[in-house]
């Protein structure tokens, strides 16, 4: 979903990485201060409408969210179950409206406008002993973290349709955190024998 940058023109291209970081940065903080379902409503057919002018195709789009499929349904099922259809609607809302303007910034956006743009805004931060490169970095993992780890679940699930065990949570969920939890170490094996943040 998030980490495949598609070179355009829109305007969304043409907009600096900080400006995009910023923006998304304040609508989260607002959809969380502003519950309901109307605020949710509002700013997912927003996200839907700046998805269309980013040029962004319809056919991507899509199947970079139904990776979020699995999430939002049951979220969206234990929601309306334990506390009604109105915080189901906020809750979803909020979540599918946020990942659809991430992926915009990140398919609009260079990886590297992002990595320049996040060391820039924590450079004040250098004064109190942190280090603006190693905040770029730990995003940079972020950003590849979610793709690999939606390609990992993915995975798992074809391989669970293929021995007939797609229905079986164990089939799906255990493969997909050994596989996870596999990854995250080799990464940070392979940045400790690189002398990387030591």
Excluded: C
Aim: no cysteine; charged share 15%; aromatic share 4%.
């Amino acid at each position: 979903m998030i980490g495949v940058y598609q070179p355009g023109d829109s305007p969304l291209h043409r907009l600096p990485a900080s400006a995009k970081l910023a923006a998304l940065l304040v609508l989260g903080i607002a959809l969380a201060v502003i519950p309901g379902w109307p605020s949710a409503v509002a700013a997912l057919v927003v996200s839907v409408l700046i998805a269309a002018v980013s040029g962004m195709r319809f056919a991507v789009m899509l199947r970079r969210m139904l990776g979020l499929a699995l999430v939002v349904g049951t979220l969206a099922g234990y929601l309306t179950w334990q506390h009604g259809w109105e915080r189901a609607v906020g809750v979803v809302g909020d979540l599918l409206a946020l990942a659809l303007l991430a992926t915009v910034v990140t398919a609009t956006t260079p990886v590297d406008a992002v990595l320049d743009a996040v060391a820039r805004a924590v450079r004040p931060l250098a004064r109190i002993g942190v280090n603006p490169e190693q905040v770029a970095l730990a995003f940079s993992l972020v950003l590849r973290g979610i793709p690999t780890t939606l390609e990992i679940a993915d995975e798992t699930r074809m391989a669970a349709r293929a021995r007939g065990l797609q229905r079986d949570p164990r089939a799906l969920l255990s493969p997909m955190v050994i596989r996870t939890v596999a990854h995250a170490r080799a990464t940070g094996e392979a940045l400790h024998a690189r002398g990387v943040l030591d």
